[in-house]
C-alpha cells in the first residue's frame, strides 16, 4: 500500500494542470491592456489641452490687465488735467467776482 500511495502521489504531481495558464495573456487580455493604454494616452492629452488652455487664458489675462493699467493712468491723466482746468477758471471766476464786489 505504501508503493501505491507513493506512485499516486507521484502521478499527481506530474500530472498537467488543465486550463489556461497563470502566464498566458489571452486576446481578451491583450484588448484590455491597449485600452488601458488608450485611456492613459487620452488622459494625457486631455490634460495637456487644459494646461495649454489655461496658459492661454492666463496671457490673455496678463495682456487684458497690462491695457487696463494703460487705461486707466491715462485717464488718471486727463483727470488731473481736467481738474487742474476746473480750479483755474473757478479761481478767475472768485477773482472777477470778488473784484467786481468791490466799488
Do not use: C
Not at 501505491?4 to 502566464?23: I, N, W
Amino acid at each position: 500500500m505504501a508503493d501505491d500511495d507513493g506512485d499516486h502521489k507521484v502521478a499527481r504531481r506530474t500530472e498537467r494542470r488543465r486550463g489556461p495558464s497563470t502566464y498566458t495573456l489571452s486576446f481578451g487580455g491583450i484588448i484590455a491592456v491597449a485600452g488601458l493604454v488608450a485611456s492613459g494616452v487620452a488622459t494625457y492629452n486631455t490634460v495637456q489641452n487644459d494646461i495649454a488652455t489655461l496658459k492661454r487664458g492666463e496671457l490673455y489675462q496678463e495682456r487684458t490687465n497690462e491695457r487696463l493699467d494703460e487705461e486707466i493712468k491715462s485717464m488718471r491723466a486727463e483727470q488731473r488735467e481736467t481738474l487742474k482746468e476746473f480750479n483755474d477758471k473757478l479761481d478767475r471766476i472768485i477773482e472777477k467776482w470778488t473784484r467786481g464786489r468791490k466799488p
